[in-house]
């Protein structure tokens, strides 16, 4: 006899949609929590990214002097700042979902409810972030456009926007699940993960343009879907024009099969969690 | 036909104790080993069967008590049922919106407020935010909590953490309520309070599981108790007759491990505390009698030297409570005087009238003359007391009741007299006034 659950455990895909409430509770929880006692509060999901591109524009324009910056054709304050806003959306929340479950491992052994609702909740904490840190890159575009460094247009393209963040959050909520996962089962994968984010940073075009002189290092680099997907925000937002389609359509069929694979096999796992955590 | 609420039939579980392998570095040795061929033996990990079997159904608006030992499959049982883990083998079914209280206060966040935390503890147990909204005022009412509403709760007393954990779950009006051992926590008035609510819960026509090793708590909500033992079900019935059941197999469980309790509290070395055992007129070493039946306590122990005048004190308490017997051959004024060797004091009383429930004695011995304890032990001998489920309260003294007619106090409900003529009024009844 196959064990059979017919109550809230064995119930459908779809489960987390009867418990958004939850969703939203928790994702409020994380916000709250992160900026409780701190003097500056919620400014810090600006000044994270901010001081992030200082630091940069500094290292890049003063203190070393990179060839491959000169693949760089817009102030590289700009550069950096539209490359690191999102970036910092897809990092934080991806070391947010790495450890949403064994951070919350009271909640995972002693209350039901789906558990996709930890790492949806840790995407969404960091698009409230997003969100904020998006808001200063307008008044960056405005600054760029009085000092006469940047003509900035206001293009349909814009409207695109959504659609890139969208791919995004798919693609972070995937892989955030099978990494949250497997930390579940083996801790060594938060340091692992806290590695390769830091390695990926260089080679997703976030602050050092990648090369593309068609060599053999550029093409297994190009295969990083965060790099159009980065190369899109700079393409709607400053250049004023759509993404090329190929890049763009690559990362997006990336995007959705990791999402899936990472749901499906979250769902599958998650009745463990309970047990192995 | 009552509907049934929660089904819980054949379920079995089983863990493996260590789950699986605790870093990568030991999944990639033994992956070595797996590749290399040899077989890593004796290194399994062992297999706990936390559940075997187990079946039971509840009904709406019942209460059901879950008893039994540490490690009997209690807690397995409800996170079964909670969804939080799955069984092995067996079908779960519960019908209805679940609440599980299996840690008071799970998913509370320090730094957040008491308000707060209301908020996200009412969500993760399953409510919308209008709903907390609604019963916020009730929740903190019930609580007593309503000064520190706006405190981080890090700075609350685990009294006032746990206060507040209840009063959610308690409030969250769920169809099934799951309840694990959560009452030790709180006062004596808010763990009253904790039982008024559920009692009134289950009359609402909530279904109720507590599992709990208050048993005098358990038998105050729950009329019906299973029995879980290494993951079976041991027995299924009255509370009464499971609080018995449980009570004889724990002592069955306490007679067989006796042998390891090595302090026997002895003080002095002039004295070895052997035993104290009970007889009930038919056979010695039992461990369960009836309120208010004869019984006589033997207490054997040997002394290393003569003691011309020994007194010997016979303590008796309930689980968590002083003294409720203390009896002292010295304040008796009873002489022993005692030779080296072995001893047998035997002490007859003629009925213990007390309610029903567990008990535990000690024994204590004195040299009358210097006034030295020579032994003091642990209150580990246990005595169950039956009461036929007659008693609430301490006591169950013996009682007869007796209705004695008076014009001036009975006041029986008086038939429906004004349709036609024929008085139905038996005589002593025609006033309801009281008359002095």
């Given at each position: 006899m196959r064990a059979q659950v017919t109550n809230h455990a064995d119930s459908s895909m779809f489960d987390w949609l009867r418990y958004r409430h939850l969703l939203w509770s928790l994702t409020w929880r994380d916000i709250r929590v992160r900026y409780k006692q701190s003097l500056l509060g919620v400014a810090w999901a600006i000044l994270l990214p901010l001081s992030m591109m200082l630091v940069f524009t500094f290292v890049f324009t003063r203190a070393v002097q990179a060839s491959s910056l000169m693949a760089v054709d817009m102030p590289y304050a700009l550069f950096a700042y539209t490359g690191l806003v999102p970036w910092t959306f897809f990092s934080m929340s991806l070391m947010g979902c790495v450890n949403s479950l064994v951070a919350n491992r009271n909640l995972v052994t002693k209350v039901y409810f789906p558990r996709e609702v930890f790492p949806l909740s840790c995407v969404a904490s960091g698009f409230v972030d997003f969100s904020i840190a998006m808001a200063v890159l307008v008044a960056l575009m405005v600054y760029f456009h009085m000092t006469g460094d940047w003509a900035f247009v206001i293009h349909p393209s814009l409207l695109f926007v959504p659609v890139i963040v969208m791919v995004q959050v798919l693609l972070t909520i995937g892989l955030g699940m099978l990494l949250g996962m497997a930390n579940l089962f083996y801790r060594d994968v938060r340091q692992i993960a806290g590695v390769g984010v830091q390695l990926l940073m260089f080679v997703s075009a976030v602050v050092v343009p990648i090369p593309k002189d068609g060599s053999t290092l550029a093409l297994i680099l190009s295969l990083n879907p965060l790099v159009p997907l980065i190369g899109a925000y700079r393409d709607c937002l400053i250049y004023g024009h759509l993404p090329a389609t190929g890049g763009f359509l690559y990362a997006s069929v990336t995007a959705v099969i990791v999402f899936v694979s990472g749901w499906v096999l979250f769902r599958r796992a998650s009745y463990r969690f309970a047990e192995c955590i | 036909m009552a509907d049934e609420v929660v089904r819980f039939s054949r379920v079995s579980k089983r863990f493996r104790l260590g789950a699986g392998h605790d870093s990568l570095r030991d999944l990639l040795a033994a992956g070595m080993r797996k590749i290399v061929g040899r077989r890593s033996r004796g290194r399994r990990k062992p297999i706990i069967r936390a559940l075997t079997d187990v079946d039971f159904s509840v009904d709406r608006g019942e209460a059901l008590g879950i008893i039994g030992p540490n490690g009997a499959g209690k807690s397995t049982a409800l996170k079964i049922l909670a969804g939080i883990i799955r069984p092995d083998y067996g079908e779960v079914s519960v019908n209805g919106r679940l609440a599980a209280l299996i840690e008071v206060g799970a998913g509370f966040h320090g730094d957040l407020t008491g308000r707060e935390n209301v908020y996200l503890n009412g969500a993760i147990l399953g409510m919308t935010r209008a709903e907390v909204g609604r019963k916020l005022d009730d929740i903190v009412a019930f609580a007593g909590l309503e000064k520190f509403l706006d405190t981080p709760v890090k700075r609350y007393s685990s009294g006032m953490y746990a206060r507040l954990g209840f009063?959610?779950?308690?409030?969250?009006?769920?169809?099934?309520?799951?309840?694990?051992?959560?009452?030790?926590?709180?006062?004596?008035?808010?763990?009253?309070?904790?039982?008024?609510?559920?009692?009134?819960?289950?009359?609402?026509?909530?279904?109720?599981?507590?599992?709990?090793?208050?048993?005098?708590?358990?038998?105050?909500?729950?009329?019906?108790?299973?029995?879980?033992?290494?993951?079976?079900?041991?027995?299924?019935?009255?509370?009464?007759?499971?609080?018995?059941?449980?009570?004889?197999?724990?002592?069955?469980?306490?007679?067989?491990?006796?042998?390891?309790?090595?302090?026997?509290?002895?003080?002095?070395?002039?004295?070895?505390?052997?035993?104290?055992?009970?007889?009930?007129?038919?056979?010695?070493?039992?461990?369960?009698?009836?309120?208010?039946?004869?019984?006589?306590?033997?207490?054997?122990?040997?002394?290393?030297?003569?003691?011309?005048?020994?007194?010997?004190?016979?303590?008796?308490?309930?689980?968590?409570?002083?003294?409720?017997?203390?009896?002292?051959?010295?304040?008796?004024?009873?002489?022993?005087?005692?030779?080296?060797?072995?001893?047998?004091?035997?002490?007859?009383?003629?009925?213990?009238?007390?309610?029903?429930?567990?008990?535990?004695?000690?024994v204590r011995v004195w040299d009358g003359d210097s006034g030295e304890i020579l032994c003091d032990s642990p209150f580990r001998y246990p005595l169950c007391i039956d009461d036929g489920g007659r008693a609430t309260g301490i006591l169950c003294i013996d009682h007869e009741w007796s209705v004695v007619r008076s014009k001036s106090t009975v006041s029986i409900p008086k038939p429906h007299s004004d349709v036609g003529g024929d008085s139905k009024i038996r005589e002593g009844e025609h006033e309801n006034m009281p008359v002095r």
């Open positions: - | 009063s959610i779950a308690a409030h969250v009006d769920p169809d099934v309520l799951l309840v694990d051992e959560v009452l030790s926590v709180g006062d004596a008035v808010f763990r009253l309070r904790c039982m008024d609510r559920m009692n009134e819960l289950v009359r609402n026509g909530t279904t109720l599981i507590l599992v709990s090793h208050n048993l005098d708590q358990m038998q105050s909500v729950c009329r019906r108790a299973i029995v879980l033992d290494h993951g079976r079900m041991a027995f299924d019935g009255s509370s009464q007759d499971a609080v018995a059941h449980y009570m004889q197999a724990m002592s069955k469980t306490y007679m067989s491990h006796r042998g390891d309790l090595s302090d026997g509290g002895e003080i002095s070395s002039d004295v070895e505390l052997e035993s104290l055992t009970f007889h009930d007129g038919k056979r010695e070493g039992v461990v369960w009698t009836r309120s208010g039946k004869a019984i006589t306590a033997i207490a054997k122990f040997t002394l290393a030297r003569p003691v011309p005048k020994l007194v010997v004190e016979l303590n008796m308490r309930a689980m968590v409570s002083e003294n409720l017997v203390s009896i002292n051959s010295g304040r008796d004024g009873v002489t022993i005087s005692a030779m080296a060797g072995e001893q047998e004091i035997q002490l007859a009383i003629p009925g213990l009238p007390v309610r029903g429930g567990q008990y535990f004695w000690n």
